[in-house]
């Protein structure tokens, strides 16, 4: 009679295979037994094509070798009956490493947009199995990978077989996705005359990309409809092409918009819109600081009579009046003069003698000795 055989697959890393195995690249080891209550075994037998039979030393056979193939296992016993398994096993072991061909997507000028990496590797034997961006933490079946920020992308292929290729180091360095810092704001200046003009500060940086364009225009306006016109650009910049800027927008209004276009060499565009805040008419009341100020309306002493009005300052606990500086001088804003007077109170009532425009500097100093100044202007009264 045949005999019977029956075999145990594994690859040395003790992985049992089946009758269609997946790749792999390690060795392949076959151990055949035989059950003959007859003559008892000869030897075994393997072909690929059933046609074509070699014989196996002993009953182990180790298959490490580059292969893709079907083996048919077949026993002798020691009067030449042949007993065959009649499924074919599948056999397949892959060695070569997988090697990345090219990285497409890239950019080498700056973009706000986002960077799609897209990775074409040479066809391994086993065939692609999936990619890594990030040096084998993850692993994904696509052959690209969006990416929103500048980065180092690690790119490893791996193929069926479990091979990966060397790493690919792709870095991006030109992604900007925003400007770093827009600041427009007011000094500390303080000015009680609603006819006054006033300055704002411009502070603007942008490491990454850098600074390509600022610009003003008095009114407000979004990034869409902010004027770009030949007359616009005439009140404010125009191609600055560095990290930082700082500057001015001068001869501001009380109740007049502006705007600050911004743009940096990526295409991001921000603007800010602001008003003065600092321009109050006589008799309003500024709180800045922990202090207020305030501007008395006019009054009159005297047989002849003598105009006059009252400045009133006050503090908090923390905050002290130590200085107050004042150039006061005739409607025509000439033959100007000086007063000084120092003091050490947290409140302070200051006569401003007659009609004339008076310009005032007070000098503070809290209990941890930061000192502030505040500038006030005080028109003259017709």
Do not use: C
Request: no cysteine; proline share 2%.
């Amino acid at each position: 009679a045949a005999p019977t055989i029956s075999l145990e697959e594994e690859t040395s890393e003790n992985n049992w295979i089946n009758y269609d195995q997946d790749w792999t690249n390690q060795a392949i080891k076959v151990n055949l037994s035989l059950k003959d209550n007859g003559s008892g075994l000869n030897h075994f037998e393997y072909s690929n094509d059933k046609t074509v039979w070699t014989q196996v030393e002993g009953n182990e056979l180790v298959f490490d070798e580059e292969v893709n193939t079907q083996v048919w296992f077949r026993a002798v016993d020691n009067v030449g009956n042949k007993g065959e398994l009649t499924e074919a096993y599948t056999i397949r072991i892959g060695k070569e490493t997988p090697i990345i061909r090219s990285v497409s997507g890239n950019v080498s000028t700056w973009t706000r947009d986002n960077v799609t990496l897209v990775v074409e590797p040479d066809t391994s034997k086993s065939g692609i199995k999936d990619y890594s961006f990030d040096g084998g933490i993850s692993w994904q079946e696509s052959n690209e990978k969006t990416f929103d920020k500048n980065t180092n992308a690690l790119i490893i292929v791996r193929d069926n077989a479990g091979n990966e290729s060397a790493v690919w180091d792709e870095k991006i360095v030109f992604i900007d996705k925003k400007i770093d810092n827009i600041n427009l704001y007011e000094g500390n200046e303080i000015i009680f005359d609603e006819n006054h003009k006033t300055k704002f500060h411009v502070d603007i940086s942008d490491n990454i990309s850098g600074v390509k364009t600022i610009r003003y225009a008095f009114g407000e306006f979004t990034v869409d409809t902010f004027p770009v016109n030949e007359a616009t650009s005439k009140n404010g910049w125009k191609g600055y092409y560095n990290t930082t800027y700082n500057g001015t927008i001068n001869n501001i209004s009380k109740n007049q918009k502006v705007t600050l276009y911004v743009e940096d060499i990526a295409g991001n565009k921000e603007v800010i819109t602001m008003s003065p805040k600092n321009i109050y008419s006589p008799g309003e009341v500024a709180s800045i600081n922990g202090f207020d100020i305030s501007v008395g309306t006019r009054k009159s002493e005297g047989i002849f009579p003598r105009y006059y009005r009252f400045l009133t300052v006050t503090t908090d606990a923390d905050t002290k009046i130590i200085y107050l500086e004042e150039k006061e001088g005739y409607k025509t804003l000439k033959d100007f003069k000086y007063t000084e007077s120092n003091y050490d109170e947290t409140s302070l009532s200051y006569k401003v003698k007659r009609d004339w425009k008076s310009e005032h500097t007070i000098y503070l100093r809290d209990s941890n000795d930061n000192e502030y100044i505040v500038w006030i202007n005080i028109p003259g009264l017709i």
